[in-house]
């Protein structure tokens, strides 16, 4: 063997360590973006729940740290300095509600029975732009029941019933 075939197959070689090396790197990082995208729904789908069930308050927010229920809730933690505007940046996951009305709905004898509504949940990884964050979005339509007179003022206490029409 010559110097030369030698040189050529180191290059070769080298060559070939560099494009496996680039697939397992581009690999890895799809791997962490599928994780996070699968991560990212659940949390969305837990936060759809959560609005169903009337823990977090059918509402519009933006870019809420998951795991708080309302903004008066955000207000007491940032109060007590856990997620305080210098630390936000230590929240892995942020979320955003859009409560968008739709219709009403009414029975066929033209009577009011309830209205529709768009749940957008957004959810997203708290990284700065350039970094490509994973974004998650989850619509649904949902009906809502009127309110009737004693819930309104506060004489009734049972939650509003929600029905999902996905």
């Known amino acids: 063997m010559t110097l030369l075939e030698a040189i050529l197959s180191l290059a ?14 581009r690999s890895f990082q799809e791997a962490r973006e599928a994780r996070d995208l699968v991560q990212a729904e659940l949390l969305a789908e837990s936060i759809l729940a959560k609005v169903r069930l009337g823990i977090i308050e059918m509402e519009s927010v933006f870019d809420i740290p998951v ?3 309302t903004t008066s809730q955000l207000d007491i933690v940032m109060d007590t300095h ?8 230590d929240v892995l996951w942020l979320y955003s509600l859009e409560v968008v ?3 009403i709905v009414y029975d066929l004898d033209d009577n009011e ?3 529709l509504v768009e749940l957008a949940i957004t959810v997203r990884r708290n990284l700065p732009e350039a970094r490509h964050p994973v974004v ?10 009127p309110v009737t007179e004693e819930e309104e003022y506060g004489f009734y206490t049972r939650p509003r019933q929600y029905v999902a029409l996905s």
């Open 113 to 115: 029975i309830g209205y």
């Open 12 to 25: 070769i070689l080298g060559g070939t360590v560099v494009v496996i090396g680039e697939m397992a790197r």
């Open 101 to 103: 009305d739709i219709d």
């Open 82 to 89: 856990a997620v305080s505007p210098g630390n936000v940046a």
């Open 136 to 145: 998650f979005r989850l619509v649904r339509w949902v009906a809502l029941e």
């Open 67 to 69: 795991g708080l229920a």
